[in-house]
């Protein structure tokens, strides 16, 4: 890993990077956040995390990051002083607003690893748990920019908002997503 060029690596590759790194040491982990939608929108948004849910604890993860060049800044942020990308470690579980995700992963083929993320019907959903409790409008945006260039379930978006007590932010959602030719 010596010849990592950390201050052009893109968000994927370093994705991969600790991805693989992880699990070459047993470390089952998941890409969720903003960095998902940096991997669905084509790069149209801008993340400079990459969070990772992993039921692995502290101990086992911090040697892994270290080895990468990452030290540990707070509880479970690792920043490498060279990469403009930083690490958060997210407890578990995986969840989208109140709902657990199991089992319904995709897998992105980088050049330096196979990164597991959220799919992008549950990166949409993600983005819109963060406007229907929080009313954060970038967040909406960002659901909107997945879901323009990524082929999403809308009828389990629309489930899932029910369950949310959300259904009339799901309709803004849908009328703006609509509006844009979707």
């Known amino acids: 890993m010596e010849n990592i060029n950390w201050e052009d690596i893109d968000i994927k590759e370093l994705a991969g990077i600790i991805s693989e790194e992880m699990r070459a040491n047993g470390i089952n982990s998941i890409l969720v956040g903003g960095a998902c939608v940096v991997v669905y929108s084509d790069n149209e948004y801008t993340s400079y995390d990459l969070d990772f849910v992993t039921f692995s604890n502290l101990n086992e993860i911090k040697p892994v990051l270290e080895k990468l060049g990452f030290r540990q800044e707070g509880i479970r942020h690792f920043v490498n002083k060279r990469c403009k990308f930083y690490i958060d470690l997210n407890p578990p579980p995986v969840s989208v607003g109140k709902e657990d995700v199991i089992d319904k992963f995709n897998k992105l083929k980088t050049k330096n690893g196979v990164v597991k993320l959220f799919t992008p019907t549950d990166c949409v959903k993600d983005r819109l748990a963060a406007y229907y409790h929080w009313n954060d409008p970038e967040s909406l945006e960002q659901a909107i920019l997945v879901a323009k260039r990524q082929k999403i379930d809308i009828n389990e978006i629309k489930r ?10 799901f309709n803004e959602f849908f009328e703006i997503l609509s509006s844009k030719g979707t």
């Open 160 to 169: 899932w908002s029910e369950k949310e007590e959300s259904l009339g932010k």
